[in-house]
């Protein structure tokens, strides 16, 4: 059974924190970092796309503790979704977070197949 106040916490924690906003930012500067970084795999995965081809949509919320850490984390996980020439394709973009709100880390992660 899901604790509403444990939701009703998590919308707050995302609101004080502004984490879709960090999100968005967060999203834009691995994708620039990733674009410099290594150009072939990046144009292997996002192909010759235009920065107004890309959508940026929260998808979820998590809270978890990582027994290995032994501290509480969040995950946000947010849905990339790439629109070119009628074909879609999604990306995802996750955040890992310290109870303060603090980014702790960040990874892309896609499925490794045609556009749709």
């Known amino acids: 059974m ?15 924190h502004k984490i879709i906003q960090k999100g968005v930012e967060g999203f834009w500067e691995c994708y620039t970092n990733y674009s ?9 995965d996002f192909g010759n796309v235009k920065k107004d081809e890309i959508e940026i949509e929260y998808n979820s919320i998590s809270y978890s503790i990582n027994y290995k850490l032994t501290k509480p984390e969040v995950l946000v996980d947010f849905k990339v979704i790439i629109k070119k020439d009628d074909k879609i394709k999604n990306i995802f973009y996750v955040q890992v977070y310290n109870t303060k709100g603090e980014i702790m880390d960040d990874i892309f992660y896609m499925l490794h197949k045609d556009w749709e």
């Open 2 to 16: 899901i604790d509403n106040n444990l939701s009703i916490e998590l919308q707050e924690w995302l609101r004080t």
């Open 36 to 44: 410099e970084s290594s150009p072939k795999n990046f144009f292997r």
